[in-house]
C-alpha cells in the first residue's frame, strides 16, 4: 500500500502552540510520526543567564502560563539547595497551597479542552466554569489570575489572611462537588468509555524507557510523584495518595487527572487548616548565594519540572537549565500513535477538531459607551469589591 | 547501605572529584564508560533520566546527566568534560535510554555536541531555522542579532 | 465601506494566531468563550482558518523562526482584516527584550490595529478592546 504524509501545523486550528506534525499513513493506519519544534523558542535560558536570581523567578514565571507557579517553586529550590537552605514553615504551607490550587485550574483546563476534541462541548463550559472559581480563589491569595509572583528565595512573597481562609474553604466546596460530579461521569458515561478506551496506548515500558513523567506516565502504572518521591515543601507532613492506572491510553489518563484533582483538594484543605494555626515569619533574608550547583524540582500538573542552577558567588546564575514536563512528555507520541488510526491520533495529539458551533446569540452594541461605566473599570472596581470584601479593607 | 555507597564501590576505580551533598550526587567520568554506567543506572538501579545540561567552560565543554532515582528521591548526576570544543563528540545513549532521544538533539543545537551512533541526529529547536545557522545556536548570538 | 463596516461588527470571526507567547494569554483568550464571560453573545466568533476570519489576534513576541509564517498567514487573510495584539509581548516584546531569538518589531512585521496591553489582560480588558473595535466600525 502506498504510504501517504498527513502535514499537520503549524497553525492549526485550535490547538494553542504552534507546532508541526508530519503523520505518514498507509490507509488509515498511522506508520509513522515525525515533529518539528521550535516555533515558541525565546530562548530562556539566555536570557535567565543575564538577570540576577530574583529576575530569574519572575521570567521562569513566563515559560508557561498555565505553569506559572510549578516553574518558579523549581527554580527557588534549586537556587535554595545550593545552600541546601531551610524556610519558614507557613511559607512552606504556602507554597503547597498555590502549587496544587494551579494543578487543580491546569487539569480542569485540560479536562475541559480533552472535552471539546471529541466533541463534547458540555463538559469544556462545565469545566471551564468551575475553573474560573480556582482563579477567583487565586485573585484571593496573590491579587492576580494567573502569574501570581508569590516564590522568592528564602520563602514567599505574600502571607494568607486568616480571614480569608473560611471564604477559600466555601469555594473548595463547591469545586469538590462538581469535581464528584465530574468523576462521576467519567466513570459511568458509556459514550466517553467506547471513545477513549484502548486509544493511544502508552504501555508501562515504554513510559519508562522514553523516561515520560508526571499523568502520562502515572495511567501507564508507573508511580513516580515527586511530591512523594523528594518530599519538600509542606508535602512530607500531609497526607496525599498517588493515582495511578494500568493501562496507558486515553480514558486512563482523563480518570488519573480527575482523581488528582481531588487529592488536590484534600492537600488543598489540610494546608488551609494548617495556615489557621501555624504563625510566623514567611520569608528568611538570603543575604548571598555561594559558588556550587543545585538541583530543584516540583511535579507540575504535567509532571516533572527540572531546574539546574550553578552559581559562581555573584548575584547572577551562570548556568540556568529547565526542563519543562512536556519536552519527555511529548517524543512518546512515537510509541502511542503508532497503529492507531488516523481519527484516533488527533486526540492523542490533542489536536482537533474546530467546530465552535454554538453561535446562536447576538446583540446589538453601540458605541456609545462613554455614558455607561466601560468594561475596564467595571472590572477594576470587582477586583476592589473582592479585595474589600475578603481583607476587610 | 545507601544507595549511594552501594554505587561508589561497584565504580570507585572510574568516577573522581566526588560531590556530594543531601539528595545530590555529583561526580566526574569520562566519555568510554559513560554507556557502563548509563546502562547500570537506567536498568540496574531503575533510574530515570530527567535531562543533561550542557555548559560551556573556558577551555571545555560538559555535560552533567540527570539520573533520579525515584524510590529514595536520589539525584546521581555523571559529568562528561569534553576537552576537543571545536569537534565535540560523545557517545550516545539513546540504545539504552529512548528518552535521550530529544534530550541529545538540544544539546546537539546548542553547542554543536555530536552524539555517536544517535539515529536521528537534527537540530532540535532551530531546525528549518529561517536565518540559516551553520554554528550552534548558543555560540554566537550576534548571528540572530538582525539589528 | 461603511455599508460592509456596520454589518461586519454585527459578527466578527477572529482567529487566534499564537507567535511564541507563554501560552497564557491564549489561555484567556479561550476563557472569553466560556460561561463567565461568553464573548459570543457579542456575535464574536473562533474559527479554525484564517481565510475565515475577519480580526487576528496575534500574542507572543514573534520569534525569527515563526515570522515568516505571520507573514504569510497575514497576506492568506481576507481583506480587509483587523490586527488586534494582545499581551505585553505584542507591545514591547516584555521580559524576552534580550532574546536573540526575537525578531525586531512586531509592527513591522504585521500591521497592527490595536494593541491590548497586560501581562496578561484581563478578560475584561479583552473585551472592552474588541467592544472598542466594533464601535469604531460602527462609526
Known amino acids: 500500500m502506498t504510504k501517504n504524509r498527513i502535514p ?36 530562556h535560558e539566555y536570557i535567565s543567564e543575564q538577570k540576577n536570581f530574583t529576575q530569574s523567578i519572575y521570567l521562569v514565571e513566563r515559560i508557561c502560563g498555565i505553569c506559572s507557579t510549578s516553574h518558579p517553586i523549581a ?47 458540555t463538559v469544556w463550559m462545565w469545566a471551564w466554569k468551575y475553573r474560573e472559581t480556582v482563579l477567583e480563589m487565586m485573585e484571593i491569595i496573590s491579587g492576580n489570575r494567573n502569574h501570581y509572583g508569590m516564590m522568592r528565595v528564602g520563602g514567599v512573597g505574600k502571607d494568607v489572611k486568616p ?94 487527572r480527575v482523581l488528582e484533582i481531588l487529592e488536590s483538594s484534600k492537600i488543598i484543605r489540610q494546608c488551609l487548616d494548617k495556615l489557621s494555626e501555624v504563625e510566623g515569619p514567611i520569608l528568611n533574608n538570603v543575604e548571598e548565594i555561594s559558588p556550587g550547583e543545585g538541583i530543584g524540582r516540583y511535579e507540575a500538573p504535567r509532571g516533572e519540572v527540572f531546574h539546574y542552577i550553578r552559581s559562581d558567588g555573584s548575584n547572577r546564575p551562570v548556568r540556568h537549565k529547565v526542563r519543562a514536563p512536556s519536552y519527555v512528555n511529548i517524543p512518546t507520541y512515537e510509541a502511542s500513535c503508532k497503529g492507531i488510526s488516523v481519527s484516533d491520533a488527533l486526540i492523542t495529539l490533542a489536536s482537533v477538531d474546530p467546530c465552535y458551533c454554538c453561535t446562536e446569540r447576538s446583540l446589538k452594541i453601540r458605541s456609545d459607551s462613554e455614558e455607561k461605566p466601560d468594561l475596564l473599570e467595571l472590572s477594576k472596581q470587582k477586583t476592589e469589591r473582592i479585595r474589600r470584601e475578603y481583607n476587610g479593607n | 547501605m545507601s544507595k549511594v555507597d552501594e554505587f561508589r564501590d561497584k565504580f570507585k576505580d572510574v568516577i573522581s572529584q566526588e560531590i556530594e551533598k543531601k539528595g545530590r550526587y555529583y561526580f566526574n567520568i569520562t566519555n568510554e564508560n559513560l554507556r557502563t554506567i548509563a546502562r547500570y543506572l537506567f536498568e540496574e538501579m531503575g533510574c530515570r533520566l530527567s535531562t543533561a545540561t550542557g555548559t560551556e567552560m573556558e577551555d571545555h565543554l560538559q555535560i552533567i546527566y540527570h539520573f533520579s532515582h525515584d524510590k529514595t528521591g536520589q539525584y546521581f548526576c555523571p559529568r562528561v568534560v569534553i576537552k576537543d570544543k ?62 | 465601506m461603511s455599508w460592509y463596516n456596520k454589518r461586519l461588527a454585527k459578527s466578527l470571526w477572529v482567529f487566534h494566531v499564537s507567535a511564541s507567547p507563554c501560552n497564557n494569554c491564549d489561555i484567556e483568550i479561550l476563557d472569553l468563550l466560556t460561561p463567565k464571560y461568553d464573548i459570543e453573545r457579542f456575535g464574536i466568533k473562533l474559527v479554525g482558518s484564517i481565510r475565515h476570519a475577519d480580526v487576528m489576534l496575534v500574542s507572543g513576541i514573534v520569534n525569527q523562526k515563526i515570522e515568516p509564517r505571520i507573514k504569510r498567514l497575514y497576506s492568506q487573510a481576507p481583506k480587509p482584516i483587523f490586527v488586534v495584539a494582545i499581551g505585553s509581548c505584542m507591545s514591547s516584546q516584555g521580559v524576552f527584550r534580550e532574546s536573540y531569538n526575537r525578531c525586531k518589531e512586531v509592527k513591522e512585521v504585521v500591521p497592527v490595529d490595536m494593541w491590548i496591553p497586560g501581562c496578561p489582560p484581563k478578560p475584561e480588558a479583552m473585551i472592552e478592546g474588541v467592544a472598542k473595535l466594533i464601535g469604531v466600525l460602527n462609526e
Open chain 1, 8 to 43: 499537520l501545523g503549524p497553525f492549526h486550528p485550535l490547538l494553542e502552540e504552534a507546532e508541526y506534525f508530519e503523520l505518514q499513513i498507509e490507509g488509515e493506519t498511522v506508520v509513522d510520526l515525525d515533529m518539528e519544534i521550535g516555533w515558541m523558542h525565546r530562548g
Open chain 1, 75 to 121: 527554580c527557588v529550590r534549586a537556587i535554595e539547595d545550593i545552600d541546601n537552605l531551610e524556610i519558614p514553615i507557613r511559607a512552606k504551607y504556602i507554597r503547597s497551597l498555590v502549587g496544587e490550587l494551579e494543578r487543580i485550574h491546569s487539569h480542569l483546563l485540560w479536562l475541559g479542552l480533552a472535552g471539546h476534541f471529541i466533541g463534547y462541548d
Open chain 1, 163 to 256: 480571614k480569608d481562609i473560611p471564604d477559600l474553604l466555601d469555594k473548595l466546596d463547591m469545586i469538590d462537588e462538581k469535581m464528584e460530579m465530574i468523576a462521576k461521569v467519567a466513570n459511568d458515561d458509556p459514550v466517553l468509555k467506547a471513545r477513549l478506551k484502548g486509544v493511544g496506548v502508552l504501555s508501562h515500558e515504554q513510559a519508562i524507557n522514553y523516561c515520560a513523567t508526571g499523568p502520562t506516565s502515572r495511567a501507564s502504572g508507573v508511580p513516580g510523584d515527586v511530591r512523594r518521591d523528594d518530599p519538600h515543601d509542606a508535602y512530607g507532613m500531609l497526607d496525599f495518595d498517588v493515582i495511578t492506572a494500568e493501562n496507558g491510553d486515553v480514558y486512563d489518563k482523563l480518570v488519573v
Open chain 2, 86 to 147: 571545536d569537534n565535540p563528540q560523545v557517545d550516545s545513549i539513546v540504545p539504552i535510554v529512548m528518552g535521550a532521544k530529544w534530550i541529545e538533539r538540544e544539546l546537539f543545537d546548542f553547542w554543536g555536541i555530536k552524539f555517536k551512533d544517535h539515529p536521528d541526529m537534527r537540530r532540535l529547536l532551530a531546525l528549518n531555522h529561517p536565518a540559516k545557522l551553520d554554528k550552534p545556536m548558543r555560540y554566537k548570538e550576534e548571528q540572530y542579532d538582525q539589528e
